[in-house]
């Protein structure tokens, strides 16, 4: 893994780190370990002429209660349906995968997970550690997109959970990237200032045993910087949560989504949600946001989307869960 990082963050520093031309990623394990490391320079210098996402939601109305708690100390916010402008016209030099902007309608309300899913969680769930084990309250990381899957599943047919009515899934990309801009119009649930994510996420420049600033650092500095600092997940909450109470919405873990990886159209969609895989090798592989913890500020972002094969047990694949909103609308505490 350290070799393809080398490789990987020798490659990025010329294309910019979106998602990666397939025949470029040989030496490494996936799609995400070619591109999760995001060349910081090339991506502030497009941002002046980037054109905001501009949802419109808020999450003031609700039918059921603002935070919910269920019976494995799951915590959950209520996010009411609204509009959205999903994704950003921010371009790199491999290609502009957030691009078109373009509105999108939720029609439904749902419960979003306040944190990714802890190993703890994980654990009193499957019945045994994710592959990366860590400490109980660290994320549950290396886990593929089928145990994730599997998890919720698993975690509906709980007793307490299934008498309570209640259904859990992953969330489709747009509901994890509407739930991560919180109603924003910026690149980061804060504002666009990428020297301020450290306050709200765990990345590349702060996730090791110290701070770097990477957009200071030529490219062979720069992985010198990252062999070399120790970085690694974090526990939950650690970091400020974005406004509607959800912590870690950038950075940390990738988090997987339901949908498979697809070009956006500039056409308005309501509830999209891509279930058949697409033509190619990112045609076939499975929706990863929010960057992680080896990932640059700028693959951090609110609309940045990846793709990863959903039999990838990568060290920095985790994910949260969403409760659907139809039922269950008593806290367990």
Same mark, same amino acid.
Request: aromatic share 8%; hydrophobic share 35%; with cysteine.
């Given at each position: 893994?350290?070799?393809?990082?080398?490789?990987?963050?020798?490659?990025?520093?010329?294309?910019?780190?979106?998602?990666?031309?397939?025949?470029?990623?040989?030496?490494?394990?996936?799609?995400?370990?070619?591109?999760?490391?995001?060349?910081?320079?090339?991506?502030?210098?497009?941002?002046?002429?980037?054109?905001?996402?501009?949802?419109?939601?808020?999450?003031?109305?609700?039918?059921?209660?603002?935070?919910?708690?269920?019976?494995?100390?799951?915590?959950?916010?209520?996010?009411?349906?609204?509009?959205?402008?999903?994704?950003?016209?921010?371009?790199?030099?491999?290609?502009?995968?957030?691009?078109?902007?373009?509105?999108?309608?939720?029609?439904?309300?749902?419960?979003?997970?306040?944190?990714?899913?802890?190993?703890?969680?994980?654990?009193?769930?499957?019945?045994?550690?994710?592959?990366?084990?860590?400490?109980?309250?660290?994320?549950?990381?290396?886990?593929?997109?089928?145990?994730?899957?599997?998890?919720?599943?698993?975690?509906?047919?709980?007793?307490?959970?299934?008498?309570?009515?209640?259904?859990?899934?992953?969330?489709?990309?747009? &509901? !994890?990237?509407?739930?991560?801009?919180?109603?924003? *119009?910026? /690149?980061?649930?804060?504002?666009?200032?990428? =020297? $301020?994510? %450290?306050?709200?996420?765990?990345?590349?420049?702060?996730?090791?045993?110290?701070?770097?600033?990477?957009?200071?650092?030529?490219?062979?500095?720069?992985?010198?910087?990252?062999?070399?600092?120790?970085?690694?997940?974090?526990?939950?909450?650690?970091?400020?949560?974005?406004?509607?109470?959800?912590?870690?919405?950038?950075?940390?873990?990738? &988090? !997987?989504?339901?949908?498979?990886?697809?070009?956006? *159209?500039? /056409?308005?969609?309501?509830?999209?949600?891509? =279930? $058949?895989? %697409?033509?190619?090798?990112?045609?076939?592989?499975?929706?990863?946001?929010?960057?992680?913890?080896?990932?640059?500020?700028?693959?951090?972002?609110?609309?940045?989307?990846?793709?990863?094969?959903?039999?990838?047990?990568?060290?920095?694949?985790?994910?949260?869960?969403?409760?659907?909103?139809?039922?269950?609308?008593?806290?367990?505490?």
């Amino acid at each position: 893994m350290k070799l393809c990082l080398l490789i990987s963050s020798l490659f990025l520093t010329g294309m910019g780190g979106h998602a990666a031309d397939p025949e470029t990623i040989g030496h490494c394990n996936s799609i995400q370990d070619a591109a999760e490391t995001v060349n910081p320079d090339t991506a502030q210098s497009a941002r002046a002429n980037a054109q905001p996402a501009q949802p419109t939601g808020t999450a003031s109305t609700q039918a059921g209660p603002a935070s919910l708690k269920n019976s494995t100390g799951m915590e959950f916010k209520w996010i009411a349906p609204g509009k959205f402008m999903m994704g950003s016209n921010l371009e790199t030099p491999g290609g502009k995968v957030t691009a078109p902007v373009h509105e999108v309608t939720l029609t439904e309300p749902f419960y979003m997970g306040v944190y990714e899913v802890t190993q703890e969680q994980f654990e009193q769930v499957m019945g045994r550690q994710p592959t990366s084990a860590g400490g109980p309250v660290n994320p549950a990381s290396a886990v593929s997109w089928s145990e994730a899957v599997t998890f919720c599943e698993k975690l509906s047919a709980m007793p307490a959970e299934r008498s309570a009515g209640r259904v859990y899934r992953l969330p489709t990309e747009a &509901e !994890w990237e509407y739930a991560c801009r919180a109603g924003t *119009t910026t /690149e980061y649930c804060f504002g666009d200032d990428a =020297s $301020e994510l %450290g306050e709200y996420a765990w990345f590349l420049g702060n996730s090791g045993n110290s701070e770097i600033d990477f957009q200071k650092l030529g490219p062979l500095e720069r992985v010198e910087a990252v062999q070399s600092n120790d970085n690694r997940l974090h526990p939950i909450g650690q970091k400020k949560p974005n406004a509607w109470g959800l912590h870690d919405m950038h950075g940390n873990m990738w &988090e !997987w989504c339901q949908d498979y990886y697809s070009k956006y *159209t500039a /056409e308005a969609v309501t509830n999209p949600l891509v =279930s $058949e895989p %697409g033509s190619g090798v990112l045609g076939s592989t499975r929706i990863v946001r929010s960057g992680g913890w080896r990932v640059y500020a700028s693959g951090c972002s609110s609309a940045y989307r990846n793709g990863n094969m959903e039999s990838l047990q990568g060290p920095v694949n985790g994910f949260r869960v969403v409760l659907n909103a139809s039922a269950g609308n008593e806290s367990t505490d």
